[in-house]
C-alpha cells in the first residue's frame, strides 16, 4: 500500500516568492497533519484535518501560511511570500481515525530552502 | 518551549552497550507514543503507552510511561547500529489527534 505522498521532495527558492506544498494522505484516513522540523524547534505542528476540516491552526506561524484540503486524498500548505527562516523540512502526516491513541503516518517530507 | 524534553540531546556508544532515554514534561497526557525517525525520511511510530505505569516491550526495547502520566523513558538492551536514530517522544494533549514532540534523542551506534 502507498503511504503519505508529499511533493516536491526538495526545493529551493528565493525570499518573497510563493511556496506550494502538497500532500496526498494514505486513502481512509480521515485526519491529516501538516508539521515543521528544524534544528532549533523540533517537530511542530503546524494545522491539523479532520474529515477535511481545520480543527486547530493554532500552530500556523503567521498569515503568511495558508492549508487547504479541497477533498480526502489531496492538502497544500502554502507560504507567500516566503522568507529564510521558513526554512525547515514540512512533514504531511495521516492517521486513520479521531480517536485516542491514533497512529501517525508521516510522509518522507519537503525539505524547502529559502535562499 | 517545548512541553516534552528529551534527554540526552546526543548519544554515542558501542555495539552491545544498554542506553536509556528519557522524555519529561510537567504536563499529564493522555497517551504518549515514541517514534523513529531516519535521514531523509518520516518518523516511524514505535509503541504506544496510555495507562500510568505501563510497561511494552519490543524485542530490545522497553517502554516505560510514568505513573503520573507525564513522563516516559525508552530502554534499549544491547544496541546494535540498526538502532541508529532520532527517538521522539510525543504526548497527546486533551484535544484528540492533537500531538506535542519532544526535543529528540539522536542516537548513534557504533560498530
Known amino acids: 500500500d502507498a503511504g503519505v505522498i508529499q511533493s516536491p521532495r526538495h526545493e529551493v527558492t528565493e525570499m518573497g516568492q510563493e511556496v506550494t506544498l502538497r500532500c496526498k494522505p494514505i486513502s481512509g484516513h480521515n485526519s491529516l497533519f501538516w508539521y515543521r522540523q528544524t534544528m532549533m524547534r523540533g517537530l511542530e505542528l503546524l494545522i491539523y484535518f479532520n474529515n477535511n476540516v481545520p480543527i486547530d491552526d493554532s500552530g500556523m506561524p503567521e498569515d503568511r501560511f495558508s492549508a487547504k484540503m479541497p477533498n480526502a486524498s489531496f492538502s497544500t500548505l502554502k507560504i507567500q511570500p516566503s522568507e529564510p527562516r521558513d526554512s525547515a523540512v514540512y512533514f504531511c502526516?495521516?492517521?486513520?481515525?479521531?480517536?485516542?491513541?491514533?497512529?501517525?503516518?508521516f510522509g518522507e517530507g519537503s525539505r524547502l530552502t529559502v535562499l | 518551549t517545548q512541553l516534552l524534553e528529551q534527554s540526552p540531546q546526543f548519544l554515542s556508544i558501542q555495539e552491545g552497550e544498554n542506553l536509556t532515554v528519557y522524555c519529561n514534561s510537567s504536563?499529564?497526557?493522555?497517551?504518549l507514543q515514541w517514534y523513529r525517525q531516519e535521514p531523509g525520511e518520516g518518523p516511524v511510530l514505535l509503541v504506544t503507552v496510555v495507562t500510568g505505569g505501563e510497561v511494552k516491550k519490543l524485542k530490545r526495547l522497553t517502554f516505560q510511561f510514568g505513573d503520573a502520566r507525564k513522563d516516559s523513558s525508552l530502554h534499549i538492551t544491547a544496541a546494535q547500529p540498526g538502532d541508529t536514530g532520532l527517538y521522539l517522544c510525543?504526548?497527546?494533549?486533551?484535544?484528540?489527534?492533537?500531538?506535542?514532540f519532544g526535543s529528540g534523542t539522536k542516537l548513534n551506534v557504533k560498530p
Open positions: 502526516a495521516s492517521s486513520p481515525d479521531r480517536g485516542r491513541n491514533g497512529e501517525l503516518f
Open positions: 510525543a504526548g497527546e494533549g486533551n484535544n484528540f489527534n492533537k500531538f506535542y
Open positions: 504536563s499529564v497526557f493522555s497517551s
